[in-house]
């Protein structure tokens, strides 16, 4: 007995298959309908500033159902799905909240999209319906004909029957193709504009962290150098005033005052070390990264692949690297619990490589001050790449990826 299934039998199964995209979409054409309206009446009340706090919501909703078309498109179409990047719309006051909203080229493409699906998506589903019975109709007929003949010439000839898609039912899986297509397009960034939207955030995140930086500086010279240097001035002062009636109290006031500068000197030499560590200009990459290793506190294990040989690698790429090792081995020693940690630094043709890892616990949150953002924001100005993998009960691992021209 023939096992293989008859022309009608095979054309009904693709139609059917979908036929269940397309009229999955007509649910989500209403609720596109709807979001529509919603989406006006947020705006409208924007306008006028009462509804400025609903824009940053009105945007995570549209995010999620924007994600769940994408996926749905994707597994269609049986190509890979990628999560979409949105600008971040959970931190940071509400006027940079709404800015990110109002300009974030992702939130206008879902929002051109809320239309369109209301009306195309709705018009292929009812489309899909009607197409139906007259398919049944006029491929039931035609292909049980073509198949009485495909088994006459299989027989007479023995070469096998050609592949029957129907004449009516053939148009559902060409217009399931162009309505997952066209969702995918429409919500889909082009891989420059992804490349744009990544740039834009990342040279964000960096002038953040440079202003951030920047405040810290400013904040321990005005606490530690600055308060030091004043001292130092008021015992001068001092010293002067006695010189005359008091040399003994002059020259007590004059040892503080060299104490003082001396103080004053380790405040700055500490400030500079936290701009630029000299143990970098003195020893390069490798040396200072030996010795961050040394002072870690627990046993660290370093491998260098040719960070010592040839020329120097670019000083903002060495500098990157060593507040990367410098700040994991920081977390190890403080969050951890690890008994060990490795250190890994590869430097291959035009990309340096660094790898952090540790036995301890697991469990870092990016979220929760552990520095890790700080690193990802470093990293990513320098166009570099940052995988961070810490599940509960470890272990930790940490992977930059630096382009460095070599």
């Known amino acids: 007995m023939n096992s293989t299934p008859t022309p009608l039998t095979a054309a009904v199964r693709r139609s059917w298959h979908a036929s269940q995209y397309l009229l999955l979409g007509i649910p989500i054409a209403l609720l596109a309908y709807v979001s529509a309206f919603l989406v006006v009446a947020v705006l409208l009340f924007g306008v ?4 400025l706090p ?13 994600e769940s078309e994408r996926r749905r498109a994707a597994a269609y179409l049986g190509v890979p799905f990628r999560p979409t990047r949105y600008l971040p719309l959970d931190r940071g006051e509400l006027s940079e909240r709404v800015r990110r909203v109002l300009t974030d080229p992702t939130n206008r493409r879902e929002v051109l999209w809320l239309p369109a699906q209301a009306l195309i998506g709705n018009g292929l589903g009812y489309l899909t319906m009607v197409l139906w019975p007259v398919g049944m109709l006029v491929d039931g007929i035609g292909l049980s004909v073509v198949h009485l003949l495909d088994r006459r ?6 070469t096998p029957p050609p592949v029957r898609r129907g004449w009516v039912l053939r148009w559902h899986p060409v217009l399931a193709d162009l309505a997952a ?4 397009s429409l919500l889909t960034a082009s891989p420059s504009a992804e490349r744009i939207d990544q740039l834009t955030e990342s040279r964000a995140g960096a002038v953040e962290a440079h202003g951030a930086e920047l405040r810290r ?9 600055q308060a030091r240097i004043v001292a130092l001035s008021m015992r001068v002062g001092l010293a002067k005033q006695l010189l005359d009636r008091d040399p003994a109290a002059a020259r007590l006031r004059l040892e503080e005052a060299q104490d003082g500068a001396d103080a004053a000197l380790a405040e700055l030499r500490h400030v500079v070390r936290g701009i630029h560590p000299p143990v970098l200009t003195d020893r390069g990459l490798g040396g200072a990264v030996r010795a961050l290793a040394a002072g870690a506190g627990i046993p660290v294990t370093v ?5 010592e040989d040839g020329r120097r690698l670019p000083a903002a790429i060495e500098a990157a690297a060593y507040f990367v090792v410098a700040e994991a081995l920081t977390n190890v020693s403080k969050h951890s619990g690890a008994t060990a940690a490795r250190v890994r630094i590869d430097r291959a043709p035009g990309v340096l490589l660094v790898s952090i890892g540790d036995d301890g616990c697991g469990g870092a949150d990016e979220g929760a001050g552990s ?8 990293i990513a100005a320098l166009d570099g790449t940052t995988r961070i993998s810490s599940p509960i009960g470890g ?8 382009p460095c021209g070599s």
């Open 48 to 51: 006028v500033i009462i509804g």
């Open 54 to 66: 609903a824009l940053p919501e009105a945007a995570k909703v549209l995010h999620r159902f924007a």
């Open 153 to 158: 010439t299989t027989d007479e000839y023995g």
């Open 181 to 184: 297509s066209w969702t995918r």
């Open 217 to 225: 500086i400013e904040r321990d010279l005005h606490d530690g150098a």
């Open 303 to 307: 491998e260098l692949d040719g960070v």
């Open 371 to 378: 520095g890790l953002v700080g690193i990802r924001r470093r």
């Open 395 to 402: 272990p930790t691992d940490i992977e930059v990826e630096l």
